[in-house]
């Protein structure tokens, strides 16, 4: 359950890969040399890209560069969730990005995308309609889409960096620290109390030590990213018809104002109004 790195195989006759992958009981925490576009659809998420977590609804299109480590989108989902990828090397047109100008573009957007990019519900209802229809595709009508999406991409006005530095698998390489350890601590005990002291010693570490590990992988601190997690835990209830008071006791709060005002915080509306605008959905 440490950093793996992903084998990346393109099908025959193929200079990228596009597939549907589904592992949500699987926790993947990877890596590999490949360029990765990801589109999820589902009720609530993760991601967990390089430094940056956070929960996403309905919908996410996220840009990985090459060697950044990350968390499949799809883990610990229980609701349906659909979620198409493509995996292409940097230099899958050999070095036609250096040379023709009308690709000087993309390759801006494989420079950022080192930090991890992700692309407003709108571009992403665009761009998902274009990974879909490349599956009927096929040879250059194929390859020539994947351009097309790239380019799209490359001039999309609401991308937002998920990173401020970069956080390719060089800066993970020499961590022995079991980040699926950590996740699935938190997940059996995020209707409780989820213990700092325990988890550091679940992982060999000294408390003051994983608190520094921790911040350092993350960005949050554990309280922080234990309350993200219940909230993503909340949304699931909710959509599945729990009351508010209800959903908040079961995620682990004790109180159910600290609750709104949190889930307020986190997601940008409070829980009733979350519930009210996805089951008109």
Not at 63 to 76: A, E, R, S, T, W
Request: contains cysteine; aromatic residues 12%; glycine residues 4%.
């Amino acid at each position: 359950m440490k950093i793996a790195k992903e084998e990346v195989v393109c099908d025959p006759g193929q200079s990228f890969r596009l597939f549907e992958p589904r592992l949500r009981n699987h926790f993947f925490w990877h890596y590999h040399p490949e360029i990765e576009l990801v589109y999820v659809e589902a009720s609530h998420g993760i991601c967990h890209v390089g430094q940056h977590v956070s929960s996403f609804t309905q919908s996410a299109l996220v840009l990985i560069g090459p060697n950044v480590p990350h968390l499949n989108f799809d883990y610990g989902v229980k609701t349906a969730y659909r979620q198409v990828v493509i995996q292409l090397k940097q230099d899958f047109l050999g070095t036609a990005w250096e040379h023709t100008p009308e690709f000087a573009r993309i390759a801006r957007l494989f420079e950022r995308s080192v930090m991890g990019i992700a692309f407003s519900t709108s571009t992403a209802g665009d761009i998902v309609k274009r990974m879909r229809e490349m599956k009927k595709l096929s040879g250059l009508d194929r390859l020539l889409r994947l351009v097309e999406i790239l380019d799209f991409l490359a001039e999309a006005k609401d991308a937002t960096l998920l990173n401020t530095r970069d956080t390719r698998v060089k800066l993970f390489l020499n961590d022995k620290i079991r980040m699926g350890s950590i996740y699935e601590y938190i997940h059996a005990r995020y209707d409780r109390a989820p213990d700092v002291n325990e988890v550091a010693a679940k992982v060999h570490l000294s408390t003051a030590a994983f608190c520094r590990y921790f911040k350092q992988q993350t960005n949050l601190t554990f309280t922080d990213f234990v309350n993200q997690y219940r909230t993503t835990q909340a949304k699931t209830l909710l959509l599945k018809g729990y009351s508010v008071s209800q959903t908040c006791y079961d995620v682990g709060f004790e109180s159910l104002s600290y609750f709104n005002a949190l889930f307020r915080r986190l997601a940008g509306e409070n829980p009733s109004a979350f519930r009210k605008r996805l089951m008109q959905h």
